[in-house]
T-cell receptor
């Protein structure tokens, strides 16, 4: 079974440019999450999709960030225009379970290898 | 605000010695607790989890973790460290009420095991 795949693995862009990150979750996983780790800090939640719907986007830093998950399969995270502080490692994760009241069959999220974004 | 703390940025251990990587949490309710490991140039890899039940949980690669509710801690342990255990370790908590499954992570602890 293929794991969570992220593209690209590295991206170096200039301030003001646009970058789009892509995440392919594990097939059949309804839940897709984006996280970010700024150098040396904790990994922070950005947003959560359930299928194609945004369930929670409370962690998105500002309106320069736009996430989509068309058709409930892969997801993209676009940063436009990029700023220096956007540099970091962006992780995507997917899982099958969700929500209180359900029987948790698989309670861990599976992560991709991350995209290292450097804005110069 | 809910948070997870890993008080040590780095832990150094000699091969063959026991290791402990500390984690405490401040999350409402009875969160699920996780440990993930990131090897160089790799993604986050699940190690183990605590949901309920026995306070000592066993995971991958000989790791285990001890849940202590009164101290709100979930320390990662291994009886005998290997050089190949050198990696970045993250503790995470998952609030279980109306939070959609998102994880709250600590800042990570770099484990270095020397021969």
């Amino acid at each position: 079974e293929a794991g969570v795949t992220q593209f690209p693995s590295h991206s170096v862009i200039e301030k003001g440019q646009t970058v789009t990150l892509r995440c392919d979750p594990i097939s059949g996983h309804d839940n897709l999450y984006w996280y970010r780790r700024v150098m040396g800090k904790e990994i922070k939640f950005l947003l959560h999709f359930v299928k194609e719907s945004k369930q929670d986007e409370s962690g998105m830093p500002n309106n320069r960030f736009l996430a989509e998950r068309t058709g409930g399969t892969y997801s993209t995270l676009k940063v436009q225009p990029a700023e220096l502080e956007d540099s970091g490692v962006y992780f995507c994760a997917s899982s099958q379970d969700w929500g209180p009241g359900q029987v948790f069959m698989n309670t861990e999220a599976f992560f991709g290898q991350g995209t290292r974004l450097t804005v110069v | 605000a809910q948070s997870v703390a890993q008080p040590e940025d780095q832990v150094n251990v000699a091969e063959g010695n026991p290791l402990t990587v500390k984690c405490t949490y401040s999350v409402s309710g009875n969160p699920y607790l996780f440990w993930y490991v990131q090897y160089p140039n790799r993604g986050l890899q699940f190690l183990l989890k605590y949901i309920t039940g026995d306070n000592l949980v066993k995971g991958s690669y000989g790791f285990e973790a001890e849940f202590n509710k009164s101290q709100t801690s979930f320390h990662l342990k291994k009886p005998s460290a290997l050089v190949s255990d050198s990696a970045l370790y993250f503790c995470a908590a998952r609030p279980i009420y109306n939070q959609g499954g998102k994880l709250i992570f600590g800042q990570g602890t770099e484990l270095s095991v020397k021969p």
